[in-house]
């Protein structure tokens, strides 16, 4: 197991991360912030679902900037990039789930899933982080 501090922020801990903390470090990112830890689930991974929901009692929502939540309630998604545990990035969405404040990272989900060969039963971490004043995260697995 890996863990390097982000620019000075929280430690971010990794099993095969190096690929992701190089990718991190290239992007400039900082303000690292846990925003979740699940299961995988079969719906998570299903591709008419196409999406990773991330239940609104994980508090991601707090993470938001005033302009962020302002976009996600005026247009539904603020555009968003993910990188994988492989270290390789993905342009998505953070959408509101139309069913309360329940968010999903898709457009783009599928291939994250496919590349990465996740299926249900994988235990996850998602990370949240800033490039500039770009959301982005990182998913570990």
């Not at 005026?74 to 990039?81: A, F, P």
């Not at 994988?122 to 697995?141: K, M």
Request: aromatic letters at 6%.
């Amino acid at each position: 197991m890996r863990t390097f501090q982000l620019l000075g922020t929280k430690t971010l801990v990794l099993d095969e991360g190096e690929a992701m903390r190089h990718t991190l470090e290239r992007m400039g990112g900082h303000d690292l912030a846990w925003a979740m830890s699940k299961t995988i689930t079969a719906s998570d991974t299903k591709k008419g679902q196409s999406r990773l929901l991330i239940p609104k009692e994980k508090g991601l929502w707090d993470q938001l900037s005033e302009e962020e939540q302002m976009e996600l309630r005026r247009r539904g998604y603020v555009e968003v990039e993910v990188v994988d545990p492989r270290g390789n990035r993905h342009e998505m969405k953070l959408s509101q789930w139309p069913a309360g404040r329940n968010l999903v990272l898709n457009s783009g989900w599928n291939d994250l899933v496919r590349d990465n060969k996740l299926e249900a039963g994988i235990h996850c971490t998602l990370w949240s982080f800033r490039v500039g004043l770009r959301l982005c995260f990182a998913l570990c697995v």
